[in-house]
């Protein structure tokens, strides 16, 4: 059985999305898939559970250490700048492969439980980052020296995003202090990643653009 997922099709300047609760493949005789109890799906135990990721196989369970925080502050989050867009982008650049087999992010991820990262609200999401710890940790300490981010009074960027994005096996990040900046291609990713949501760099007319070219290649990150 899948847990749900979301599946993004683009074709010109349409962006769909299919959201799927329940898929279940290949449930061998005598086992089970989805019992409905009480009118509500239920599964087997999350330790029973495991799921291939390329090629590896992982526990999908979320640390009991995760911890619910505010979002962060997105500064251009207003109408005027087109922020759902960009945000929306920023996630499907950050689902796609920069190069063979690589994302940053699970491709399954669901659109709202990324931009509830920048949403105005409490959130308890965690996203599951698919390359190193390196690379994001760069990606928000250069979303917040170039003033793209800000974090509510009382919260430092560590604790938030310690606490919204884990490893394959659902492991927290820890000790971003002692990460360094990247050079060379993943350095240039990430500006261009951050480029999307940042309207001096990428004008509202640009964003149209970026979406028609969302299907072709990535740089080499």
Known sequence: MEEAKTIINV???????????????NVEAGGIGIQIINEKPTTPKQSELTS??????????????FLETP???YTYNSEQFNATKRLTLFYQFLCKEYEPTKTWI????EPDAFLSLFADKHTND??????TKQRLYALFKRMKERKIISTPKGYGLWKIV??????WHGNMFHDFNKEHMPEGPAFSAIETFIDILDPAKTTNADLDTL???IGKSFGKA
């Open 71 to 73: 979002a962060l502050i």
């Open 106 to 109: 699970d491709p399954q991820t």
């Open 11 to 25: 074709a010109g300047d349409n962006v769909q999305f299919k959201h799927v609760d329940y898929e279940i493949n």
């Open 126 to 131: 965690v996203i599951v980052w698919t390359t």
């Open 52 to 65: 291939s990721c390329k090629g590896k196989t992982v526990t999908p369970k979320k640390s009991t250490h």
């Open 211 to 213: 979406l028609k070219n």
């Open 162 to 167: 310690e606490n919204h994005f884990s490893d």
